[in-house]
């Protein structure tokens, strides 16, 4: 049997390190090889590097069929649920396995919906779909939320949502620094919301750069804080001179006649008072003038 190396397959994943495929081939110099390859009919579906190395030095290897595969998205899910599982996929290459997790299955969603759709108008029947075809019928496309993806990838939803904004902004020489340990998972999240000549400048910078970047970022969006000074000056009280404009240095003519008009009204009013706490006296002294003389 000769067997297809799909070129898109062998990149799903990510390669080894120069470390691991080394150790791998004195494993298998060793040992040979102890896993069958999966194949789905002639295509290699899982062991490329194995079937390289094997290539490579004549090394026997056997090979196992994979019978439930219809389409190539079933590969891609059985590929993502077999790197999930092991130890050593990393935790971004996990958070972007369960990303393309959840895209395949919103397509089928999608799909699925469109082909109710189409069926409820007439339009089609469930057997225009071939068996080798990316349609409908399908086991049903469940509906994975955040907490969803992060459980499935053994991680927390805010490292997936740190991820996501990896995979879709960064560039590959931020994504590069951070799978070989130059920056943090959270610092290569906060650099990929520059513009890719910037991230790429700070690539290129090294590691200090990088997180030189990644600090100027955070600060840029921190809400700036209000002078001391400033501060200190709203607090203090107004003197009595500014409080009762005494001094009406500053003030106009129109407002020094109010302020006038209020001291007389003010004067006014504290002489009716007066005259008002007398009339109550006389009053209560004619009053007692009768209960006397009885």
Same mark, same amino acid.
């Given at each position: 049997? %000769? ?34 390859? *999966?194949?789905?009919?002639? *295509? ?28 190539? %998205? ?28 959840? %895209? ?34 399908? =086991? ?27 995979? =879709?902004?960064?560039?590959?020489? *931020?994504? =590069? ?99 008002? %706490? ?17």
């Amino acid at each position: 049997m %000769d067997i297809i190396v799909n070129q898109e397959l062998k990149a799903y994943i990510d390669p080894l390190t120069q470390d691991e495929h080394d150790a791998l081939e004195r494993s298998l110099l060793a040992e040979g090889c102890r896993d069958a390859l *999966v194949l789905w009919g002639d *295509v290699l579906i899982d062991g490329h590097n194995r079937y390289g190395i094997c290539s490579k030095h004549g090394i026997p290897f056997n090979t196992v069929q994979n019978t439930r595969f219809k389409s190539m %998205d079933d590969v891609h899910l059985w590929m993502i649920e077999q790197h999930l599982g092991r130890r050593s996929v990393s935790d971004y290459q996990r958070g972007v396995l369960a990303l393309r997790k959840r %895209d395949i299955l919103e397509a089928r969603r999608r799909a699925e919906q469109e082909q109710l759709r189409r069926e409820s108008d007439g339009e089609a029947t469930l057997s225009e779909a071939g068996d080798d075809s990316d349609t409908p019928p399908w =086991e049903p496309a469940p509906k994975l939320s955040k907490a969803d993806l992060a459980r499935e990838a053994k991680l927390s939803p805010s490292q997936v949502t740190m991820i996501e904004k990896i995979h =879709e902004h960064a560039t590959a020489e *931020v994504i =590069e620094a951070m799978r070989v340990g130059a920056i943090s998972l959270s610092a290569a999240a906060t650099v990929a919301s520059l513009p890719e000549e910037e991230q790429r400048a700070a690539a290129r910078g090294g590691k200090d750069e990088l997180k030189q970047a990644a600090k100027r970022v955070r600060e840029s969006k921190r809400k700036p804080k209000p002078a001391r000074e400033d501060a200190d000056d709203a607090a203090q009280p107004l003197s009595m001179a500014e409080a009762e404009g005494l001094d009406g240095s500053s003030e106009s003519p129109e407002v020094q006649a109010l302020r006038q008009r209020v001291a007389s009204l003010t004067a006014e009013n504290q002489a009716l008072r007066m005259e008002l %706490d007398a009339l109550r006296a006389r009053m209560l002294a004619a009053q007692a003038e009768p209960a006397i003389e009885a």
